[in-house]
């Protein structure tokens, strides 16, 4: 079951000829987008339409580097913040072993 706190940190995005999702993280005193690399792969920054809930977020992203070559990881930093800030708390609280996560 995914809880509302993660389910709100969920965005669509949209670049020249792909849809995909992505979601954000709130660290630092900023929000930070997270999604595949390849779905913005040879895009620009610019050219990365951010919706939530199918508005459309006036969002500067800057692309953060030192992510692994290996990983299917884009991190960019945001302007602003994209989605609302509800704390996700870690917790194990209910999980049994075998569960779909």
């Known amino acids: 079951m995914i809880t509302a706190e993660c389910w709100e940190h969920v965005v669509r995005l949209e670049t020249p000829g ?40 006036a969002v500067s992203l800057k692309p953060v580097t ?3 070559d290996d990983a299917d990881i884009a991190v960019f930093a945001a302007n602003r913040p994209m989605t609302p800030d509800l704390p996700i708390v870690p917790s194990s609280d209910g999980v049994v072993f075998s569960q779909d996560a």
């Not at 849809?19 to 929000?31: E, M, P, S, V």
Request: glycine content about 12%; hydrophobic content about 45%.
């Open 18 to 57: 792909k849809l995909a999702t992505g979601f954000t993280i709130d660290r630092h005193d900023r929000q930070w987008l997270i999604t595949a690399r390849h779905v913005v792969a040879g895009v620009q920054p610019g050219e990365i339409g951010v919706f939530w809930r199918d508005t459309a977020m």
């Open 66 to 68: 030192g992510v692994r």
